[in-house]
């Protein structure tokens, strides 16, 4: 799932495969070791980046060269090069256990911008989360293939989608729970998807020539689906909050695994003959924000 910034990558049993985004968003290359450039400071003041949170035992420094403020932490461990990561716990900067200050404080200044720019890009996508937030009841609404669904919760006798009205109501009363409600959409979603999934996959594999063994539901924690050598595609069933565009482009993603299970351009060409605005979306589905499920 969008994918998740996180460096780990879910793994799902079985023989070789590929998914979307199994490779690690690019982070700062290491720097020459030099001494650092005047006005750099990083010292242990007090202050904090809006969005850093300190990592639990490790103390957190302090960055400032006038432009750039934000708090982090150094961790040393038996490696070669020096790495910056920006996640939920805040900017912690990885080095060789007898990297010398200087260099780090150069390596820290030459990417402050960059550290900046991720935190402030943490900030609005949490931000866009909040916004995002799924209200479980009766007048809820949950984006659904580029629309909004509203949530009826009148004592109806069974599911039923009204398409015209783009309402979803659920066979439960009124003061039903936010956990009754969450799982009577998830298992209309559930659903929803793999009838979708199961048909957009035999639209692109026939374009392609490729046989499909089979096609599941996912729920993997970084990925938006994944392709097997054994010709099996599963796809995450949160897929239908976005538009169908989108869910086209993972489809057509997975599916060209089957011919070539790599990124190389071969592959890439692949996907653009089934969907040839691939790179737009690949972008959009990035940026998109997927509702917290909570």
Not at 40 to 61: D, E, F
Not at 68 to 87: I, N
Not at 135 to 148: N, T, V
């Amino acid at each position: 799932m969008p994918r998740a910034e996180s460096s780990g990558r879910a793994a799902l049993p079985g023989s070789a495969q590929l998914g979307l985004f199994d490779w690690d968003e690019p982070t700062p290359a290491p720097a020459p070791i030099a001494a650092p450039a005047p006005g750099a400071a990083v010292s242990s003041s007090p202050g904090s980046s809006p969005v850093s949170i300190p990592r639990a035992g490790v103390p957190t420094q302090r960055y400032d060269d006038g432009i750039h403020r934000f708090e982090w932490s150094l961790h040393r461990a038996a490696r070669r090069t020096l790495a910056l990561r920006v996640d939920d716990r805040g900017v912690s900067l990885h080095a060789p256990r007898l990297a010398s200050g200087a260099s780090i404080a150069q390596f820290l200044q030459q990417h402050a911008a960059w550290v900046q720019r991720k935190l402030r890009q943490r900030e609005q996508r949490l931000q866009a989360l909040q916004a995002a937030r799924i209200e479980w009841a009766d007048g809820g609404r949950i984006p659904y293939l580029g629309q909004h669904l509203t949530l009826r919760l009148r004592g109806a006798s069974q599911l039923r989608w009204d398409e015209a009205r783009a309402e979803l109501h659920l066979p439960l009363p009124q003061d039903s729970s936010a956990q009754q409600v969450r799982d009577s959409v998830a298992a209309w979603l559930q659903r929803q998807a793999l009838g979708l999934f199961t048909a957009r996959v035999a639209h692109f594999a026939s374009q392609l020539g490729v046989r499909v063994t089979a096609v599941k539901l996912s729920a993997a924690t970084t990925r938006w689906g994944s392709a097997k050598s054994d010709g099996s595609i599963r796809l995450h069933w949160r897929l239908l909050h976005f538009s169908p565009q989108l869910v086209d482009y993972v489809v057509a993603h997975e599916v060209a695994h089957l011919r070539e299970m790599n990124h190389s351009p071969r592959f890439w060409a692949h996907v653009g003959s089934l969907y040839p605005e691939y790179q737009q979306a690949r972008t959009q589905l990035r940026k998109s924000v997927l509702p917290p499920w909570g």
